[in-house]
């Protein structure tokens, strides 16, 4: 026999650490190989990391729900000599790897004691008194199945301490779900309760949405029920910024071999209102709000497909309209060719979307969350308005633009998001058309 380290096992190219869920072997038990010793918990999936060979299990390093890097040494088996050799190796585990299991029904052989400790513990009361806790690959198995938290509380479940299991949730699937309507019980009996209305969804071409769409659909109804949604308006005179740029557009091209579209004039200006209003480029976080030290700009773009992505400009306060211009053609192009990587659309702290390039004269967008506010920009249009010259009111032909700014009331108040919306709309008004290239 020989000592031998458990590592925490790398389950994917992009995680970086695990969650322990719980030991299934306790100190001093003896294993057989391939027994399971522990359950891992990522952001994308569950795992049980069996025995490499028979032996027992000295000593544990690390307890259940805590976070370990992969690589960390997490346990130390002793195990026979023989296999040594073939478990030095760390082990990477994915999806495709992870052979696939027929769901289990939950042991119905329990006493009374523990029939009732499950239904407690599955029952929103129990939720509610002490919070159940739901593995990223549960949750995640909900959102596929649309399946909310107050029916995953009421799922019988059949892991430690009654955690629920993915073979609890298919077999509760499998079983037709008898849960799908339950409503959650309220000492208030005025309440409002959300009605259990059929409608009548009519006839015609079904088309089934993709991976993206589904995720588009479930960020989108989970920022509205998260963020109450309030919508400031107001209009800019995009003059000065539109004649500098038709008149500087080819040359800018040549001098820097890209091309000059209006977002990194509208990502600069709206990264200094940002530096005056740094409260709007912040998240929420339970009782507290994050305020952001790097204003990263995300861009709301169309991908080939019809489904929206939103690339981000880094630390778009740091950078000349030459390097602005660069970052927003990359993006561009990757989105349209899906060449997007995953950094490329992480970290945003402020989200803009113009809506005018299709067309729409404004929007009310809905918040990107985490973020706590989102600019839409209408269309330029020319407009005869009524402006003030040396001669007095005088009516000419201005290129005008409506700015529709969503802000999250709950740590956004009117004042905030219409002073911000505002002050975006005077440095696009205060556009110097002496400016070089």
Excluded at 368 to 384: C, F, M, S, T, W
């Amino acid at each position: 026999m020989t000592k031998f380290e458990l590592r925490m096992p790398k389950m994917g190219e992009s995680i970086t650490e695990g969650t322990i869920i719980n030991w299934l072997v306790a100190e001093g038990d003896v294993f057989d190989e391939g027994d399971i010793i522990l359950e891992v918990a990522t952001d994308k999936v569950d795992n049980e990391v069996p025995a490499p060979a028979s032996g027992t299990l000295i000593k544990t390093l690390f307890q259940a729900k805590d976070v370990v890097p992969v690589g960390e040494v997490i346990a130390i088996l002793e195990i026979s000599e023989e296999v040594k050799s073939s478990v030095k190796k760390p082990v990477i585990l994915n999806e495709k790897s992870i052979p696939k299991k027929k769901a289990q029904k939950p042991n119905s052989r329990l006493n009374l004691s523990q029939k009732e400790e499950v239904n407690s513990i599955s029952s929103p009361l129990g939720k509610s008194e002490g919070a159940l806790f739901f593995s990223p690959l549960i949750i995640k198995i909900a959102k596929e199945h649309h399946i909310s938290f107050e029916e995953l509380a009421r799922i019988p479940a059949s892991g430690n301490e009654g955690r629920l299991r993915k073979s609890d949730v298919f077999q509760y699937i499998e079983d037709g779900r008898p849960y799908k309507f339950a409503q959650p019980v309220v000492k208030d009996p005025t309440a409002y309760r959300i009605p259990q209305l059929q409608f009548d969804k009519g006839k015609g071409k079904v088309i089934e949405m993709d991976r993206m769409r589904q995720m588009i659909a479930d960020h989108m109804v989970y920022s509205k029920h998260t963020s109450p949604h309030v919508t400031a308006y107001v209009e800019a005179d995009l003059t000065n910024m539109v004649n500098w740029r038709n008149a500087n557009k080819n040359a800018f091209q040549e001098k820097y071999g890209e091309r000059l579209t209006f977002t990194p004039l509208f990502i600069e200006a709206v990264a200094k209102a940002v530096k005056d209003f740094p409260n709007i480029n912040a998240s929420v976080d339970g009782n507290n709000i994050i305020v952001k030290k790097d204003i990263n700009i995300g861009m709301a773009t169309a991908l080939p497909s019809g489904n929206l992505i939103v690339p981000v400009v880094k630390n778009a306060d740091t950078k000349d309209l030459k390097t602005l211009a660069e970052n927003v053609n990359e993006l561009a192009g990757k989105a349209r060719e899906n060449k997007l990587a995953g950094d490329d659309i992480k970290g945003s702290t402020f989200t803009i979307s113009n809506v005018g390039t299709f067309g729409s004269v404004m929007g009310t967008p809905i918040i990107n969350q985490p973020e706590v506010a989102i600019l839409a920009l209408g269309i330029i249009k020319k407009r005869p308005e009524v402006i003030t010259t040396e001669k007095g009111d005088e009516i000419a032909i201005r290129s005008m633009m409506y700015l529709s700014l969503s802000f999250d009331h709950r740590v956004v108040d009117g004042f905030l998001g219409g002073s911000f919306v505002r002050k975006v709309a005077d440095y696009f008004e205060k556009f110097d058309v002496n400016r070089k290239i």
